[in-house]
């Protein structure tokens, strides 16, 4: 049974959950994701509790390919607000913090209880990071990106595109085994360094991490990847979000990150209850 430790008690992916996003950023891609006052962070966090997800993701820095690249003391301005917001008004959430900083991990961390440390860059960014995730005894999660937000649609060259990002994983799940950490869930990083053909290649082979016997987490919410696909916007992307969110979770997804919980809880229920009955 996969479980994740968080703050000295197991949680259960013995069924999939769901994450929500809150963006406290003024340039995020999805612009309903954005969060800056504390009447909107409020609001967001209760409906991501209320529509049934397990886990809300904060993140103070856009990872658009347009956007500049904060310092760590301005990203973690932008998270001490929200932070001590969250903390007030829904003590008992469980958090992770979508940084690349090892200060900013460290601080969300001891400063306001954040359970859970996402990272979209591996470790890369931050050499600092893995030493760092050791120390607070926090789940990491280790995404598969080239480059920075910036400049990643220049690394989308691969040898061999699954084998490549495979043995990404095995190396650094064996860096951070040797360091302590155990509590490791794995993120494919779909829309990070990969055209929109590798994307669905990648996603089709999804079935494949269950090698690392590691919790698998799918980020895909109304992404490139499928309103370009579509000929659509951010904004229209509901629908296709469902779509690829039932067929990760068809093929081993454990947490779902998502912009709309409500649609992603209800994907997760029909699908465990077709499993019922699969021989």
Not at 44 to 64: F, L, M, S
Not at 86 to 110: H, K
């Amino acid at each position: 049974m996969k479980t994740i430790n968080i703050k000295g008690e197991l949680l259960d992916l013995s069924q999939p959950i769901v994450m929500g996003i809150l963006n406290v950023t003024p340039d995020s891609f999805y612009s309903g994701s954005r969060k800056q006052s504390e009447e909107d962070i409020i609001n967001r966090v209760r409906q991501i509790v209320d529509e049934g997800a397990a886990i809300v993701d904060i993140g103070g820095q856009t990872t658009n390919p347009k956007s500049t690249m904060l310092t760590s003391a301005e990203e973690m301005e932008r998270l001490h607000f929200a932070l001590k917001i969250i903390n007030r008004e829904f003590p008992d959430v469980i958090l992770s913090v979508d940084t690349f900083y090892s200060d900013v991990a460290a601080a969300c961390v001891e400063e306001y209880g954040v359970a859970i440390i996402n990272d979209i860059s591996g470790g890369e960014i931050d050499k600092e990071m893995f030493a760092t995730v050791a120390r607070l005894h926090v789940p990491y999660i280790l995404m598969h990106m080239r480059g920075v937000p910036q400049t990643m649609g220049q690394f989308t060259d691969y040898n061999n595109l699954i084998q490549d990002i495979f043995y990404y994983f095995s190396e650094k799940i064996k860096t951070l085994n040797l360091l302590g950490v155990n509590d490791i869930i794995v993120d494919p990083g779909f829309g990070f360094s990969k055209t929109q053909e590798q994307n669905y290649e990648l996603l089709a082979a999804l079935r494949g991490f269950e090698v690392f016997d590691c919790p698998l987490l799918v980020g895909i919410s109304r992404k490139r990847m499928i309103y370009h696909l579509l000929g659509i916007n951010p904004e229209e992307s509901l629908n296709g979000t469902t779509v690829l969110n039932t067929f990760a979770l068809q093929n081993g997804a454990d947490i779902l990150r998502v912009h709309d919980v409500k649609e992603a809880v209800e994907a997760v229920k029909i699908t465990k209850e077709l499993e019922r009955f699969r021989f």
